[in-house]
């Protein structure tokens, strides 16, 4: 089974604060995904990578960065954490080409104070 | 600008119901159509994906069916138990550089 780790389920962080929230996964996938998700938003990607070091902007990308040094690592920096960045955030990952399902990891809450 | 719908947004049915989640979307360009399913506070699971060619995909107690041309999808769950209680998306991949475009949601109560 294809298993997506985020490194933490909770995290609480200060306003101004630089935040970074890790995913790994263990299927060599190519594709990897951040989205958050909020109560009556819905899912909203904020980025996406193909490929080691390539990235892509999703639909949210201010007041994000991402990294993808290796394969299976993908990283979302919040630069300076603000209130509003207050979330759920969900890693996902899935294998190169069309009608593949996505993988998602358990999230991580963040609260920023 | 695809957008995906889901009605209602809570359904609540006693256990052994059979019952049916709909979902629709507004552009009918699209490469595949997903269910997944979320328990509270984690992530999604995926559960079916039906490729635009086909009609429908099944898996255990699950029967999703796809409608393009009409934009909707089903999701059937025979036979429900306590344990199918979930939120449960559709999301359609519109072939954009793997982006979907999710729904949000139904959230299914299954009473004992």
């Known amino acids: 089974d294809v298993k997506v780790t985020q490194s933490s389920r909770y995290l609480v962080k200060r306003t101004g604060e630089k935040v970074f929230l890790e995913c790994v996964q263990d299927?060599?996938?190519?594709?990897m995904f951040w989205y958050r998700q909020d109560p009556g938003l819905g899912l909203r990607l904020i980025y996406f990578?193909?490929?080691?070091?390539?990235?892509e902007k999703g639909d949210i990308p201010e007041g994000y960065s991402v990294s993808r040094e290796k394969k299976e690592r993908f990283s979302l920096i919040l630069e300076s954490a603000s209130t509003n960045q207050t979330s759920m955030y969900l890693c996902a990952s899935s294998p190169q080409g069309f009608n593949s399902p996505l993988h998602f990891g358990n999230g991580t809450r963040l609260t920023v104070t | 600008k695809q957008e995906v719908t889901q009605i209602p947004a809570a359904l609540s049915v006693p256990e052994g119901e059979n019952l049916v989640l709909n979902c629709s979307f507004t552009?009918?360009?699209?490469?595949?159509l997903q269910w997944f399913r979320q328990d509270p506070g984690k992530g999604l699971t995926s559960l079916l994906l039906i490729q635009s060619s086909q009609r429908e995909q099944t898996s255990g107690r699950l029967n999703a069916s796809l409608d393009k041309s009409s934009g909707r999808s089903t999701l059937y769950i025979a036979a429900s138990q306590p344990g199918d209680s979930a939120t449960y998306l559709c999301?359609?991949?519109?072939?954009?550089?793997?982006?979907?475009?999710f729904g949000k949601g139904t959230l299914l109560t299954v009473n004992p």
């Open positions: 990578s193909y490929d080691v070091k390539m990235k």
């Open positions: 299927m060599d996938h190519e594709n």
């Open positions: 552009d009918s360009a699209i490469y595949n």
């Open positions: 999301a359609v991949d519109g072939g954009s550089n793997y982006k979907l475009t």
